[in-house]
């Protein structure tokens, strides 16, 4: 599965911004999807993954109860809607393919290009 990642932006503080990550090939809906973000000079860093049905969700610490991972296996996309962004949530995000459920990066195979996010005022 190929995926490309969008909607990324430049937001203050407090906003929202809502991601998505459309996927080509087949079987969309036999993968387990995930959110990371890379911030500049740390590694790549888990945010919140999905099962195949859409029914669990799984997230980091740092972004739960402001963040929410969904996806729409009929559209073959993914998204996460960010809210209450801080500065620290500034970093590249990816959207990534896995068979079964980790928060590990060393897991997922299948991984879109990023898309930029930047809280500041």
């Known amino acids: 599965v190929q995926l490309q990642a969008s909607g990324g932006g430049l937001v203050q503080p407090g906003g929202s911004l809502r991601l998505s990550c459309a996927a080509s090939?087949?079987?969309?809906?036999?993968?387990?999807m995930g959110w990371f973000r890379r911030a500049p000079g740390q590694e790549r860093a888990f945010v919140a993954s999905v099962t195949r049905s859409g029914n669990s969700t799984y997230y980091a610490d740092s972004v739960k109860g402001r963040f929410t991972i969904s996806r729409d296996n009929a559209k073959k996309s993914v998204y996460l809607q960010m809210n209450s962004l801080k500065p620290e949530d500034t970093a590249t995000y990816y959207c990534?393919?896995?068979?079964?459920?980790?928060?590990?990066?060393?897991?997922?195979?299948?991984w879109g290009q990023g898309t930029q996010v930047t809280v500041s005022s």
């Open positions: 990534a393919a896995t068979t079964a459920p980790s928060s590990s990066p060393m897991r997922y195979k299948n």
């Open positions: 090939g087949r079987h969309f809906s036999s993968y387990v």
